[in-house]
């Protein structure tokens, strides 16, 4: 149960459990070059896939003993053969971590996060989990309204999530809560404010700034308490790492599946 092809191992089919191995890697990795946790769906039927393939490999290993009636043990079954091949998998997932997380960023396009505050609320939650396209701003340029993930510019180590505001060029200034872009009151249907005071420093009057080259200006959609560019200065745009696609768990069971815009 814990390595695919363990059972083969032990009834003595040394190949097929290897091959079945290989294909709890192989086959998994197929679908998400494929694209299909693009979509909530899509993501579930891996999971699925994946379950349905590890209980698959478990069982045929079982009814193949069951069939054998008694198993003719070969010079390697020995339970310290056994626990070696098991470390030896554990160790390698624990040492490929890194490189895994990267080859699923960098190639499969797909990473997920958690929501640790409510500075986006209400639009994310305090313990939503995010699945996010690792590889959507490689191919496009952000734009009013996206919600992003970035490397906060004053600590590169923390991602932010957080919604484009303005872009290069443009002026942005804020004005008792209200946004203004290049003079224009910013119509903002996902934002919320909490706090009934006014007037509290740059939180709620802001600029006029021009926006710099290959910069962009972020807010939170709950705009009171939330640490952005009104904070954080303009963000580069080298500095976004994702776009978040949906919510593939929360608290609230009925968020389950939910497209971010």
Excluded at 84 to 96: A, C, N, P, T, V
Excluded at 196 to 213: A, E
Excluded at 229 to 251: Q, V
Aim: aromatic residues 14%; hydrophobic residues 45%; glycine residues 8%.
């Amino acid at each position: 149960m814990v390595t695919p092809g363990l059972g083969q191992l032990y009834n003595g089919q040394i190949l097929k459990g290897i091959i079945f191995y290989l294909a709890n890697l192989v086959i998994p990795t197929i679908l998400f070059l494929a694209g299909l946790q693009g979509q909530f769906l899509g993501l579930a039927a891996i999971l699925i896939f994946i379950f349905c393939l590890w209980l698959f490999v478990i069982l045929e290993a079982f009814f193949a003993a069951k069939r054998k009636q008694e198993v003719v043990l070969k010079g390697y079954n020995k339970w310290s053969i056994y626990l070696l091949i098991i470390l030896l998998m554990i160790g390698i997932r624990l040492f490929s971590g890194g490189f895994a997380v990267n080859f699923a960023s960098e190639v499969l396009g797909f990473r997920v996060y958690r929501m640790p505050t409510g500075s986006m609320e209400p639009t994310l939650l305090i313990g939503d989990y995010l699945v996010t396209d690792s590889k959507y701003f490689k191919k496009n340029e952000p734009q009013r309204r996206d919600l992003v993930i970035f490397r906060n510019p004053q600590k590169l180590s923390q991602d932010f999530i957080k919604r484009v505001i303005a872009l290069e060029g443009e002026k942005i200034e804020i004005k008792n809560k209200q946004v203004y872009i290049n003079d224009k009151a910013l119509p903002e249907s996902y934002v919320v404010h909490n706090d009934v005071n006014f007037g509290v420093g740059i939180r709620d009057d802001f600029g006029p700034v021009i926006i710099p080259t290959n910069r962009c200006f972020v807010l939170g959609d709950n705009r009171d308490n939330s640490m952005d560019s009104r904070f954080l200065g303009f963000i580069p745009l080298s500095n976004i790492k994702a776009k978040p696609l949906y919510i593939y768990w929360a608290k609230d069971k009925s968020r389950i599946g939910k497209k971010l815009r």
